[in-house]
């Protein structure tokens, strides 16, 4: 894996100075914010409102993550635009049903504050701009066609969710054509710069500036020269999330990026009167960090798809471990395993090397990846007639270019490419890829005779139909497969103070003027990621760490 190493600047150890006052700093702020994503804006922005001055740096010139997203916010509880479209949904409903996805992940308290506070933060991001509609999807996918913007974006009509909470559509798509993360970005960009909140790029900080008694008081960035910034963000501008086999280039970006930074750049520090808010985003794009906390994903990295942009190295993470901030959640990632679009493969059932069934088929992608991730060694296969793979193939041809280019596109190429097998009989299919003939015969029957019954996965009844015809096929989504395109991010971060949104330290003591959000941070969607929540919690806690660190004395 040696072509696939990357390259960052380190992490120094913190620099310790005795009184802030008679220090050397180039530039002074309230509040700095490390990070031009989406929560890093929602934090300057929040914190510009509360009345305190703030300066943001990005390694690159922003974006980051939010920008090659989907665009979705998982947002509920009688939301204007779910009003618009007739759903129903109360905060208390939404907290029933995300208490199941989120787990442990965060208090209860925190949960009901995120839910009772969901409409609010929407009518927030359109005062700055941000685009919704109402424009209801309401069939099973994992990102509505073009001109649908509300949609079911999790589990929420399956069975064992559906039991405990009224399903509702949660899903607000920004408005825009395509991955519509672009426009949610670039409109709290447009607000910051209307708020004429200064931005730093091509500033990646490398160390923190520290008081003898432990606050946090400011930051040491480099800034590269004028002259090489264009050279810069063209080699940010390679590492396009969506773009197949690409781990090789983006570690080639990841290296000359890194050597610019060190040869073209030179210190500068920056007090932060106030506070210095964390918002890089994961760590998906730092190898060694991946080989520490996931070490077969590391083993597996070609066979990815890293939905993160170069930024996304874990320097925010290092950053609070430096300061003496802990972390949670390390060895968690979002690996998306996506079936539907094309929805016929929906039909099918997913096997692993003993032949058995063992997930819900149309359960969310994250789910789906975690089940196959957790198979030995990585390895299924979906089983379906010949009469449902014609069907996904024609759905990939014909479903316009968007979806073609995100999903369709990708489904063929692992038909053509990733070792698909086809036979006359479910025994011989079995042969064909190496499990043994008799259980995946034995796993299709039994599958086929409860139809008329309950799903044992929970599968739901639209989505059952007799495996039968005259030939059948196995498409391979192991992990290890390379055309099959496991979407990929971390979800761990830097434990923070749910109130403030402060790193916590040892005995869970805050780390003086030292915030985390976004993926940098510990949070909502760091036990199971569905879609939007990401999003959500950028805005939640972003703005939730800039409104404390303003009102810090």
């Known amino acids: 894996m040696a072509d696939l190493q990357t390259r960052d600047l380190p992490i120094l150890p913190p620099i310790i100075v005795e009184n802030a006052n008679e220090a050397n700093w180039d530039a002074e702020t309230d509040v700095a914010i490390v990070g031009f994503g989406g929560a890093g804006a929602c934090a300057a922005l929040e914190a510009h409102e509360n009345g305190a001055k703030v300066m943001i740096l990005d390694r690159f010139a922003g974006g980051g993550a939010t920008r090659f997203s989907g665009g ?36 209860p308290d925190l949960l ?38 509300l949609q079911y ?16 559509a949660r899903g607000h798509r ?14 709290l960009r447009e607000a910051v710069e209307r708020a004429g909140i200064k931005i730093l790029e091509h500033s990646p900080v490398t160390r923190l500036v520290m008081d003898a008694a432990g606050r946090v008081i400011g930051i040491e960035a480099r800034s590269l020269d004028q002259n090489r910034r264009r050279l810069h963000q063209k080699l940010f501008a390679k590492v396009d999330p969506m773009t197949p086999f690409n781990a090789g280039p983006a570690a080639r970006s990841s290296r000359e990026t890194a050597r610019l930074e060190q040869d073209h750049a030179h210190a500068i520090r920056i007090r932060a009167r106030k506070g210095v808010v964390l918002a890089t985003g994961g760590f998906s794009h730092n190898l060694d960090m991946l080989k520490e906390n996931v070490p ?43 079936m539907a679009p094309p929805a016929p493969y929906l039909r099918g059932i997913m096997v692993n090397r003993s032949g058995e069934r063992f997930c819900s088929e149309d359960a969310y992608n994250s789910i789906l ?55 006359r009989s479910i025994g011989a299919l079995g042969g064909k890829i190496g499990l043994d003939p008799a259980a995946l015969e034995n796993s299709v029957a039994r599958y086929n005779q409860t139809m008329g019954a309950g799903d044992a996965f929970g599968k739901l ?4 139909v007799p495996i039968e015809g005259a030939s059948f096929y196995a498409v391979n989504f192991s992990i290890a497969n390379i055309f099959a395109f496991s979407q990929l991010f971390t979800i761990g971060g830097l434990l923070v103070d749910e109130d403030s949104g402060q790193v916590l330290g040892q005995g869970d003591e805050p780390v003086q003027g030292l915030y985390a959000a976004g993926r940098t941070a510990f949070g909502l969607c760091s036990n199971q990621y569905v879609s939007g929540l990401s999003i959500g919690d950028c805005v939640f806690s972003g703005r939730r760490a800039g409104r404390h660190a303003a009102s810090t004395s």
Not at 119 to 137: C, N, T
Not at 174 to 187: C, E, I, M, N
Not at 301 to 311: C, K
Not at 374 to 393: C, F, K, M, S, T
Request: proline content about 4%; glycine content about 12%; charged content about 20%.
């Open 369 to 423: 990846g975690a089940a196959i991730l957790a198979q030995p060694e990585g390895a299924a296969w979906l089983i379906l007639n010949a009469r449902d793979l014609h069907a996904a193939v024609r759905q990939c041809l014909l479903s316009g270019w968007a979806t073609f280019r995100y999903f369709g596109g990708a489904a063929l190429l692992n038909l053509l490419f990733g070792r698909t097998r086809r036979a």
């Open 153 to 168: 974006s999790g589990n929420e009509k399956s069975p064992a969710f559906a039991s405990v909470a009224k399903p509702a």
């Open 461 to 464: 009844p639209e989505n059952r």
């Open 174 to 187: 920004t408005v825009g054509t395509g991955f519509s993360g672009y426009v949610f970005y670039d409109r």
């Open 296 to 338: 077969f994903i590391a083993s597996n990295i070609r066979a990815t798809m890293r939905m993160a942009s170069l930024g996304c190295n874990g320097s925010g993470h290092r950053l609070g471990l430096s300061a003496g901030g802990r972390t949670r959640g390390m060895d968690r990632v979002y690996l998306g395993r996506v």
């Open 72 to 107: 979705v916010i998982y947002a509920g509880g009688g939301t204007r635009i779910q009003r618009e479209a007739g759903v129903e949904d109360t905060p208390e409903e939404m907290a029933r049903y995300l208490r199941l996805e989120v787990g442990d992940a965060v208090s």
């Open 112 to 149: 009901r504050r995120y839910c009772e506070g969901s409409r609010a933060e929407l009518e927030w991001l359109m005062k700055q701009g941000v685009p919704f509609d109402s424009s209801f999807y309401k069939e099973k996918t994992v990102y509505p066609p073009e001109g649908y913007f």
